[in-house]
């Protein structure tokens, strides 16, 4: 009986909210260390900080429930983390006047090709309507993607899968795509790593530079304005 008590007493610890929120912010802070002491570019912190907390996940057998009401404010502050972009963005404001149009036309045409692009290749390998209102809003922000696909009849745990793999791929391979193609502009880089990679994209682009991240961080409010405009239309006339 004494056995069993401490058993529970242990499950009940590693299940609390404390204890949850302590993981996800210390395997987060280890990750951005590895990432930092062996400039690996595959040891990005947050795919270090999913593989840590699926693995506890697993071996404790807390289910993902338990997990996400005790960690969600974490998803709350995914709104107000975006916002808080405006910030960077106000600090390099100068470099964004004059490229107003060439903004705004840059992320109109990434969210076309991000939306026509997934919904094609999709229905090409067979995919159903479903799967496909998943995978069409997976270039924007997380809060902003799990409301799109819920309102197209996707399933939300999904759309956030592919919001991070897209983020974390974007964020990996983002920078080398862009030294190929010989893109020189700060502009143009921040506005590729945060239209087609938004928060992720976002914070490999601070990496790059201060304008780069900046543009990045004013792509992603953009991208998500645009995508929900265009969303509908891609449901009514692609699906």
């Known amino acids: 009986m004494g056995i069993n008590n401490f058993l529970g007493a242990i499950r009940l610890l590693i299940s609390s909210e404390v204890f949850l929120l302590s993981l996800v912010m210390g395997s987060f802070l280890l990750g951005i260390y590895m990432y930092r002491k ?6 990005q912190p947050l795919l270090i900080s999913m593989l840590i907390i699926i693995s506890f996940l697993k071996l ?3 289910d993902y429930a338990t997990f996400y009401n005790n960690t969600r404010i ?3 502050m995914l709104g107000p983390s975006v916002v808080a972009l405006g910030y960077v963005l106000y600090e390099q404001i100068e470099f964004v006047k004059g490229n107003v149009v060439s903004i705004l036309t840059a992320i109109f045409s990434g969210s076309i090709v991000g939306i026509i692009s997934v919904v094609f290749i999709a229905r090409w390998l067979g995919a159903d309507k479903i ?10 922000t997380t809060p902003i993607a799990i409301s799109l696909a819920q309102k197209s009849g996707g399933i939300p745990a999904l ?5 991070v793999i ?3 791929f974007g964020g990996i391979i983002g920078p080398l795509v862009l030294r190929k193609l010989g893109i020189k502009s700060k ?7 945060g239209t087609a990679s938004h928060a992720l994209g976002t914070a490999r682009a601070m990496e790059m530079g201060a304008i780069e991240g900046a543009v990045s961080g004013l792509a992603i409010g953009i991208m998500g304005i645009m995508t929900a405009l265009l969303i509908p239309f891609a449901e009514r006339f692609l699906y």
């Open 187 to 193: 502009i143009a880089s921040g506005l590729a790593m």
């Open 166 to 168: 897209c983020g974390i």
């Open 74 to 76: 974490l998803n709350f």
């Open 38 to 43: 062996t400039g690996i570019t595959l040891l």
């Open 60 to 62: 404790t057998g807390i």
């Open 159 to 163: 759309t956030a899968t592919f919001v």
């Open 131 to 140: 799967l496909i209102a998943s995978l069409a809003p997976k270039s924007v």
